[in-house]
């Protein structure tokens, strides 16, 4: 149990740290360098434990495994890049308003923006 909570510390730790969403296997890499004894699974396991705990959000495009961030965040979108496949956060919000512009009948519930391209490194 107290392992757990070392594992969970160090996962929350990368999360912090980071400035975009992570997919599992940046978690792994992030983590094993800095205790190689955790494996996958584990990682796995403590992932769902924080999104049980409201602590991450998964982040999920249609046909690609989800990536997760701090649930913290403000409503904002996300960038992929082609080249490498990395995720970014996109801050701030489209207007809403001229994106529904002539759907007078309709009730917007929600809304995820996702754009794509190449990433500075990419670039």
Known sequence: MIRSTKQRALIREIFEAA??????????DAVQERDGTIGI?????NLKRLREEGWLVAVELPGQPACYERAEHDHHHHFQCDSCGTIYDVPGCANLRELTHGMQDFEVLRHEIWLFGKCATCK
């Open 19 to 28: 400035e975009r969403p992570l997919s599992p296997q940046d978690v792994v």
């Open 41 to 45: 699974a584990t990682v796995y396991r």
